[in-house]
């Protein structure tokens, strides 16, 4: 069993940054993927961010490339993501997500995640 712990976020004004970090109880974090996804007010959860266990390979929704960014600490069981340049419709819950599949593994699909945090909100005001 994972324990995931998402922190970081709050309230920010459009064009600040922001950090989010999510620790995993976990012996194992090295095998793990990890990503970010987020739920705005009446939408769906939606992909973020993913970065394969090593931390070589990572992915981005297109509206954040080139202003987020996902990182991990193997020695910390920690993954951060990075938020610059932020705007008011990346207000929304952030959710941390952790998948066993092996190897280099990345994904932007929700259901491939084993274990899930209870999430960390992120208001952006204009």
């Known amino acids: 069993q994972v324990q995931l712990v998402e922190s970081g976020g709050g309230l920010v004004q459009a064009g600040d940054s922001t950090r989010l970090s999510c620790v995993a109880s976990?012996?194992?974090?090295?095998?793990?993927?990890m990503a970010w996804f987020r739920q705005g007010p009446g939408k769906e959860r939606e992909f973020v961010s993913t970065?394969?266990?090593?931390?070589?390979?990572?992915e981005y929704e297109d509206s954040v490339k080139g202003r987020f960014t996902i990182s991990r600490d193997n020695s910390e069981n920690t993954v951060y993501l990075q938020m610059n340049s932020l705007k008011p419709e990346d207000t929304a819950v952030y959710y941390c997500?952790?998948?066993?599949?092996?190897?280099?593994?990345?994904?932007?699909?929700?259901?491939?995640?084993?274990?899930w945090g209870r999430g960390t909100q992120v208001t952006v005001s204009s």
């Open positions: 997500a952790a998948s066993t599949a092996p190897g280099e593994y990345t994904s932007e699909w929700s259901h491939n995640y084993n274990y």
């Open positions: 976990t012996w194992s974090f090295s095998t793990l993927a």
């Open positions: 970065i394969s266990q090593s931390g070589r390979r990572t």
